[in-house]
């Protein structure tokens, strides 16, 4: 492997560095964000005074 050849092979590993934790950054806001949302939904509720609604696995096997 040439000079050349190494420069390239490392800027384009950099890249795929930056690119990956880039989406590891998202995928644990994105999360934090789920719960966060999950959180929120069920003090509505509970102001609302409604009970919590089932799951979308416990709908299904309730509709079948």
């Known amino acids: 492997m040439s000079g050349g050849e190494a420069y390239v092979f490392a800027a384009y590993l950099a890249l ?3 690119v990956l934790g ?3 950054i998202h995928a644990f806001k994105i999360a ?3 719960r966060e949302l999950a959180e929120l ?3 509505a509720r509970r102001r609302d ?3 919590p609604a089932p ?3 416990e709908a ?3 509709g079948q």
Do not use: H, I, M, N
Request: charged share 25%; hydrophobic share 65%; proline share 0%.
């Open 60 to 62: 299904r096997v309730a």
């Open 55 to 57: 799951d979308a696995a």
């Open 41 to 43: 939904v069920e003090l």
């Open 49 to 51: 005074g409604k009970a």
């Open 32 to 34: 934090r964000l789920s």
């Open 16 to 18: 795929f560095v930056a």
């Open 22 to 24: 880039w989406l590891v």
